[in-house]
C-alpha cells in the first residue's frame, strides 16, 4: 500500500521561510520522479517543484530561486525548502509520486498560511 505522509505546514509571516517534508512508503522511492503541488481556494492545483531519479530539478517561474526541492532516497523522503514566502503562496501543497510502473500517488497535503 502506498503512502505519502507530508508533515512541516503551518503559518508564517511574509518574508519567512518553512520546510516541508513527505514519507513515502510501498513504493519504489529511488526511481520515482517525486513532485510538489499546491491547490489554493478556487484555483487549479499546481506544480511548484519536481525532483527525478537522477536529483533533476524542475520549477516554475512563480518560485524559481525561492523553492527547492530535495529528496533522500536512503530515508525514502522528499523536501520542500520555501524561503521569502508570500501571502501569494498560500494554500494546500501536496506530494506527489510518480513512476511509469508504479502509476500516479498523492498525499494527504498540508496547509501553509503567509500571512501577517
Known amino acids: 500500500q502506498v503512502q505519502l505522509v507530508e508533515s512541516g505546514g503551518g503559518l508564517v509571516q511574509p518574508g519567512g521561510s518553512l520546510r516541508l517534508s513527505c514519507a513515502a512508503s510501498?513504493?519504489?522511492?529511488?526511481?520515482?520522479?517525486m513532485s510538489w503541488y499546491r491547490q489554493a481556494p478556487g484555483k487549479q492545483r499546481e506544480l511548484v517543484g519536481a525532483?527525478?531519479?537522477?536529483?533533476?530539478?524542475h520549477y516554475p517561474d512563480s518560485v524559481k530561486g525561492r523553492f527547492t526541492i530535495s529528496r533522500d532516497n536512503a530515508k525514502n523522503t522528499v523536501s520542500l525548502q520555501m524561503n521569502s514566502l508570500k501571502p501569494e503562496d498560500t494554500a494546500v501543497y501536496y506530494c506527489?509520486?510518480?513512476?511509469?510502473?508504479?502509476?500516479?500517488?498523492w498525499g494527504q497535503g498540508t496547509q501553509v498560511t503567509v500571512s501577517l
Open positions: 525532483i527525478n531519479s537522477g536529483g533533476g530539478t
Open positions: 506527489n509520486s510518480f513512476s511509469a510502473r508504479t502509476g500516479n500517488y
Open positions: 510501498g513504493i519504489i522511492f529511488s526511481i520515482n520522479i
